[in-house]
């Protein structure tokens, strides 16, 4: 089984890198466009355009309350009941493989990687603020701060990154 878990993880590492690069995230932070009128002009000297560093990822206490609930009733028998991997082989969800897997990442990635591919039997099948707060409850066990409610939008999610 230890080597399955492992095989599990190393796929939603690939799935995670593969969003990302399908989000358009790039490992630079920096993009780099032509001039305006460079090609009228003949000339071809790039604008660098800085993008924006995104904000931290939060969420409300309520959201998480919620989301643990939810988390309890169709989460757990795959992902134990305390985030660490269950009976039926999920993933853990908090630590070291969650931090390497979406630690730094857009928000974006979890929230898309679990709305498209959870339930394994049902992908898909909760609302987007259900989704939603089930990421609270998960950020909050992995340590992350309260503060702000979480989006429920990919376009909002895209803006705040995985970091503590």
Do not use: W
């Not at 796929?11 to 932070?29: E, Q, R």
């Not at 800085?50 to 988390?71: I, L, M």
């Not at 503060?147 to 503590?164: F, H, M, Q, R, T």
């Amino acid at each position: 089984m230890h080597s399955s878990r492992n095989g599990r993880r190393g796929g939603l590492a690939l799935a995670s890198a593969a969003l990302l690069v399908s989000l358009g995230f790039a490992p630079s932070a920096v993009a780099i466009e032509p001039t305006p009128g460079a090609a009228e002009r003949g000339a071809g000297a790039p604008i660098i355009l800085a993008q924006a560093a995104p904000a931290k990822v939060s969420y409300s206490n309520d959201q998480a309350k919620r989301g643990e609930a939810q988390y309890k009733e169709t989460c757990v028998d795959c992902h134990g009941d305390d985030l660490r991997g269950g009976l039926n082989g999920g993933p853990p969800l908090r630590g070291g493989m969650f931090n390497k897997d979406f630690g730094g990442n857009p928000a974006s990635a979890l929230f898309l990687f679990m709305s498209t591919l959870m339930p394994p039997e049902a992908p898909g099948r909760f609302s987007e603020s259900v989704y939603a707060d089930l990421m609270a409850y998960v950020l909050q066990v992995n340590g992350f701060d309260a503060g702000a409610a979480l989006p429920s939008n990919v376009d909002a999610l895209n803006k705040l990154v995985i970091e503590k």
